[in-house]
Nanobody, 124 residues
Framework: QVQLAESGGGLVQAGGSLRLSCAAS????????RGWFRQAPGKEREFVAA????????YYADSVKGRFTISRDNANNTVYLQMNSLKSEDTAVYYC?????????????????WGRGTQVTVSS
């Protein structure tokens, strides 16, 4: 079993930055691909970014390309999401997911483990 814990969320003004972290524990399987998804109130959960193991391949949603960067520290089983130039429409609960394979994916159905999420609120 893999446990994922997100952190780093908070309240930020539009144009600001935040860095989210996703730490894995338990049966960590550091060779797994990871992804970030988000869910805004009243909306479906949507893909944000994903990274393969060991990190050569990344994917981004069109809405965050050029503003968000996903990265990973394999030695510490942690994945990061650097979010710059934040907009009010980025407001959501952000979730970290882990796959059972090193191949990254953009669909949440391909993820086996999830964290509880961290709230990001961007004020305009």
């Amino acid at each position: 079993q893999v446990q994922l814990a997100e952190s780093g969320g908070g309240l930020v003004q539009a144009g600001g930055s935040l860095r989210l972290s996703c730490a894995a524990s338990g049966r960590t399987f550091s060779t797994y691909a990871r992804g970030w998804f988000r869910q805004a109130p009243g909306k479906e959960r949507e893909f944000v970014a994903a990274i393969s193991w060991p990190g050569a391949t990344t994917y981004y949603a069109d809405s965050v390309k050029g503003r968000f960067t996903i990265s990973r520290d394999n030695a510490n089983n942690t994945v990061y999401l650097q979010m710059n130039s934040l907009k009010s429409e980025d407001t959501a609960v952000y979730y970290c997911g882990s796959r059972g394979t090193g191949v990254a994916a953009t669909s949440e159905t391909g993820y086996d483990y999830w964290g509880r999420g961290t709230q990001v609120t961007v004020s305009s």
